[in-house]
């Protein structure tokens, strides 16, 4: 048998709401170009990550890796906190 070792995918984006019990809203933005006029457009998107131990706050900087699904909406986890907003 062979044995390949699944990647598990990371992104970086910023908390956008903590209203959630164990839940956090986390923004990702990205860079995209203009099919047409090659200008590039900030596009973002939101997804639901968990946090088992309530410890971020909105304007954080968090890594999260993809998961296993843990409900409808929620397949990321918070790896961890790489810059807090004062």
Request: some cysteine.
């Amino acid at each position: 048998m062979n044995s390949e070792q699944k990647t598990s995918s990371t992104l970086l984006g910023t908390v956008v709401s903590i209203k959630m019990d164990k839940t956090i809203c986390v923004q990702i933005e990205r860079l995209v170009p203009h099919p047409t006029y090659k200008k590039y457009i900030r596009k973002s998107s939101t997804l639901l990550a968990h946090d088992e131990r309530n410890e971020s706050r909105e304007g954080d900087k968090v890594l999260v890796v993809s998961c296993r699904p843990i409900s409808k909406r929620k397949v990321w986890k918070l790896v961890k906190i790489e810059g807090r907003d004062s």
